[in-house]
């Protein structure tokens, strides 16, 4: 028995530090944070920012967000503009569960982080980390486009470096 | 600025013949109220009259008194260039009013933003349902009384 | 005779041509619309509500967030509905100022207006050329109040900032660059064919029907009719200036998206008389710290890109109103689509809804 075992844990061993492995996952994570391709899905103010980010001046392509795709299939960042109210809560999650993995949230502006200037509204949901784990909170009331531009660095980072930061929604799972 | 009053000779004119209207004292614009009983016969003649001939309904609301409510009426005359407010007070209790949408289809979206924001039921109206709130939506948040 | 079925499609809230969160349950014959119903309240905030919590200067950020695209406009029509009620008097030079703003901000949301029907017709590039030029004016706005989108630029009895010095030499350079630019959108989009196919002609808006169901600004002039609250209920200093209201006849697609492009021009006119009889002055009127109306109420109106827009405010007497309602145009203008979409082809109805520039945040509210 004891020499099988030995067996078996060297082979788990090599194979954990298998090295081809480890290279295709981190190629694959350096391919998706260079082309992250968003979910067209513009909600409130801070959708004419996404828009602007889009535009020429500043560009959101040449950081490989080439193309806003309609489709969530199609898709792999949801940007989440604007507040989400109750009526529309169901939508963003059945949306979000249409996209395929991996994906991505990034939650762009105040509202989107938090409520925002609608927190103590009756229709207003608290952030949308509540029920959706978020991996950027980029706050602003609406932030400028240069800041929408760092977010998504920022992801970029976060995905090449998983062991950064831990995505977490708002109830710890 | 301007002021799009009406006429004075006009309202006294409209006034005479209806019982419950009164015209309210305000220096910015013509404003008037009536009972319900007496509204609806009061658009059809404002809208079709042609001195008055407020063609363009520009917007309803309601304002929670706590014991009664005012539903308001802004009217435009697009051939004389007069405006008017017209002012409907009803009951806390089960509120609901006649609705203007056969004369102005343009009421059939601000009814029912009424209804579904401060619970006036329009009675009449082709279809009233709630319009910013979701169907299932407990109590009417503009009132005075609603707890979030 | 072979019956097709009758489909019903829906247009979500998700959907990269409806302008925002907006909805619509299509039936559909084969591709033909046999009924539209409109489903909003995606967006709904609770503005009306949340603005008896707050006092009078602390409501006028909620002004921008609602009609994102021409917020000055917004701000303007609440601050002078609560000079009226509360008898301030606004210097000369603050009131040219908000002119030379809400018309920028006019400029802005046509041009938006102008970008999104290029790309709902999959023209990117035109969508591309006047968010450049847009960018020009948001700079210059940022300029002056250091926000671009949401700005919260003007104050109960004045603006809050006078003009920087860069800001007038800047202007000016602009309006005298725009309409070159605005020939080269010309030039890409309205001459083209496919273009002029999918618009002329499409979804024509009689003007009975338009003043019947309330429409009102762009939608309304383009079927003729010409009502302009600057002209027919005129605010501010409107009344010092020379400027027409552009009116087409047709009533189609294509009319109102022509439309956009006269009022651009009759902005820049505007402005440019603004810039020309710009007096020196103060920027503030005199206004009490705390800001307390007397009890009474007031609708007041305002003409923005989409329309008129109307602020209908009760007071009790104290520092917060006692109801605020905000009567936003495309709320009313929306109500038109389901009429103006029976009977086209699914294609058609984009362009149609593209024409009409509906507003999220203003159906909303």
């Known amino acids: ?173 | 600025m301007g002021n799009n009053s009406m006429a004075p000779g006009l309202i006294s004119k409209i006034s005479s013949r209806y019982f419950s209207m009164t015209i309210l004292n305000d220096q910015h614009t013509t404003k008037v109220q009536v009972e319900e009983n007496d509204l609806i016969y009061l658009m059809e003649e404002l809208k079709n009259d042609p001195d008055l001939h407020f063609d363009l309904l520009l917007d309803i609301t309601a304002v929670d008194y706590l014991d009664h409510y005012i539903v308001v009426y802004n009217l435009f005359s697009l051939k004389h260039g007069h405006k008017i407010m017209v002012k409907c007070r009803i009951e806390h209790e089960n509120p609901s009013l006649i609705t203007v949408s056969d004369l102005y289809p343009a009421a059939e979206v601000l009814e029912c933003e009424v209804y579904d924001l401060m619970g006036i039921e329009f009675v009449s109206h082709p279809n009233l349902h709630r319009i910013l709130l979701p169907d299932d939506f407990e109590g009417f948040p503009l009132r005075k009384d609603y707890k979030s | 005779m072979p019956r097709t079925q009758e489909l019903h499609l829906n247009m979500g809230p998700q959907h990269p041509s409806t302008h925002g969160v907006y909805r619509c349950v299509l039936t559909l014959d084969g591709e033909t619309v046999t009924s539209a119903e409109n489903h909003i309240g995606y967006l709904h905030r609770g503005i009306e509500k949340i603005a008896e919590s707050k006092t009078y200067p602390q409501f006028l950020p909620y002004t921008d967030r609602m009609d994102y695209l021409c917020p000055m406009v917004y701000n303007q029509g609440y601050v002078e509905t609560i000079e009226i009620m509360m008898g301030v008097e606004v210097p000369v030079r603050a009131e040219y100022i908000r002119v030379i703003m809400a018309e920028l901000s006019r400029i802005t949301s046509h041009l938006v207006m102008v970008a999104t029907m290029a790309i709902d017709l999959s023209s990117s590039t035109g969508w591309m050329y006047c968010l450049r030029e847009r960018e020009k004016i948001l700079d210059l706005i940022e300029m002056v109040c250091g926000s671009r989108l949401t700005v919260s630029y003007m104050r109960i009895g004045g603006v809050s900032e006078d003009l920087p010095d860069e800001f007038i030499p800047g202007l000016r350079k602009f309006i005298g660059e725009l309409p070159a630019y605005l020939d080269e959108v010309h030039e890409l989009l309205t001459g083209n064919e496919i273009f002029q196919a999918r618009t002329k002609g499409i979804g024509i808006l009689p003007p009975d029907m338009a003043i019947a169901y309330g429409v009102t600004g762009p939608n309304l002039r383009a079927s003729g009719v010409a009502y302009d609250v600057r002209r027919a209920q005129p605010y501010s200093v409107y009344d010092h200036f020379n400027f027409e209201i552009p009116v087409r006849f047709n009533g189609d697609s294509l009319d109102r998206y022509l439309l956009r492009f006269d009022e651009i021009e009759q902005s820049l006119r505007i402005i440019e008389q603004a810039l020309d009889g710009l007096p020196e002055g103060e920027i503030k009127g005199k206004v009490p710290k705390l800001i307390k109306v007397q009890p009474g109420e007031v609708y007041h109106q305002v003409e923005s890109s989409k329309g008129a827009v109307g602020f209908f405010v009760v007071s009790d007497g104290s520092n917060k109103p006692y109801r605020l309602h905000i009567r936003g145009p495309s709320f009313v203008n929306i109500g038109v689509f389901p009429e103006l979409a029976r009977g086209w082809k699914i294609q058609d109805i984009i362009s149609i809804l593209a024409s009409i520039d509906p507003v999220l945040g203003e159906i909303d509210r």
């Open chain 1, 1 to 173: 028995m004891g020499i099988d075992a030995q067996q078996q844990v060297d082979t788990q061993e090599l194979l954990k530090n298998n090295i081809i492995l480890t290279s295709i996952e981190k190629l694959l994570d350096w391919g998706r944070a260079h082309s992250l391709w968003p979910l067209t899905f513009g909600i409130a103010c801070c959708a004419i920012e996404m828009m602007a980010t889009n535009g020429a001046r500043y560009d959101f392509s040449r950081f490989g967000s080439e193309l806003f795709r309609p489709s969530p299939r199609q898709a792999d960042l949801m940007i989440i503009p604007g507040s989400v109210n109750r009526k529309l809560q169901p939508l963003v999650e059945r949306v979000y569960q249409q996209m395929a993995d991996p994906k991505y949230v990034i939650a762009m502006g105040n509202c989107a982080i938090s409520g925002g200037p609608y927190r103590d509204s009756y229709a207003v949901l608290p952030g949308v980390d509540s029920f959706l784990p978020v991996d950027v909170y980029i706050p602003g009331c609406p932030p400028r486009p240069e800041a929408l531009i760092f977010g998504l660095l920022k992801l970029r980072e976060k995905i090449i470096h998983p062991e950064k930061a831990v995505r977490l929604r708002s109830d710890g799972k």
